[in-house]
T-cell receptor, first 115, second 113 residues
Framework: SQTIHQWPATLVQPVGSPLSLECTVE??????LYWYRQAAGRGLQLLFY??????ISSEVPQNLSASRPQDRQFILSSKKLLLSDSGFYLC??????????????FGNGTRLTVT | GENVEQHPSTLSVQEGDSAVIKCTYS??????FPWYKQELGKRPQLIID?????GEKKDQRIAVTLNKTAKHFSLHITETQPEDSAVYFC????????????FGRGTSLIVHP
């Protein structure tokens, strides 16, 4: 069966420090991969998505970046964190489907607090 | 692009009552409509989904209905229980290999014992 691992679960970082969040998927090949951010009590904001190794699309301008060095690995990074980067970060994957939509499977999330 | 509106933003019911959450979408080419449940502090999880070739789908106490003509779909929860309390998100995806769902803003469902 497929599983998704995301770490760390919580992170407290000072303003201006770097960030690296990692996500890996097991049990499937060539998944679509996503990074979402969720502010407290708010909806799901798509940050990045990827359809293949090295293929990253950004949905919103920001000081974050993403990389996909391997088929089932997705990394979210920042060189210098801002206070506004605080939030709940969710990695997700979905299968490629000719029908179009397929369900997203989310990781357990990383709660980031920038102080 | 696709736009999904979700109502209400908050829904408060008594245990045992039914709850209905409605979503409308703008692009008639959308053909996949999932619903996710997110408990406090946890990840969203798929609870039910429907494709455009089906009008209704049920799974125990939950059901989803789709009206393609009116471009809206609804989540129905019967005999609500306190553990149904969560935020529910609807989403819509276009066909033709599209892989980016458009989410609604979410509905906070509170079930009072």
């Amino acid at each position: 069966s497929q599983t998704i691992h995301q770490w760390p679960a919580t992170l407290v970082q000072p303003v201006g420090s770097p960030l690296s969040l990692e996500c890996t998927v097991e049990g499937t090949s060539n998944p679509n991969l996503y990074w979402y951010r969720q502010a407290a009590g708010r909806g799901l904001q798509l940050l990045f998505y990827s359809v293949g190794i090295g293929q990253i699309s950004s949905e919103v301008p920001q000081n974050l970046s993403a990389s996909r060095p391997q088929d089932r690995q997705f990394i979210l990074s920042s060189k210098k964190l801002l206070l506004s980067d605080s939030g709940f970060y969710l990695c997700a994957w979905s299968v490629r489907s000719r029908q179009g939509g397929s369900p997203l499977h989310f990781g357990n999330g990383t709660r980031l607090t920038v102080t | 692009g696709e736009n999904v509106e979700q109502h209400p933003s908050t829904l408060s019911v008594q245990e045992g009552d039914s709850a209905v959450i409605k979503c409308t979408y703008s692009d008639s080419a959308s053909n996949y409509f999932p619903w996710y449940k997110q408990e406090l502090g946890k990840r969203p999880q798929l609870i039910i989904d429907i494709r455009s070739n089906v009008g209704e789908k049920k799974d125990q106490r939950i059901a989803v209905t789709l009206n393609k003509t009116a471009k809206h779909f609804s989540l129905h929860i019967t005999e609500t229980q306190p553990e149904d309390s969560a935020v529910y998100f609807c989403a819509a995806s276009l066909g033709g290999g599209s892989y980016i769902p458009t989410f609604g803003r979410g509905t906070s469902l509170i079930v009072h014992p």
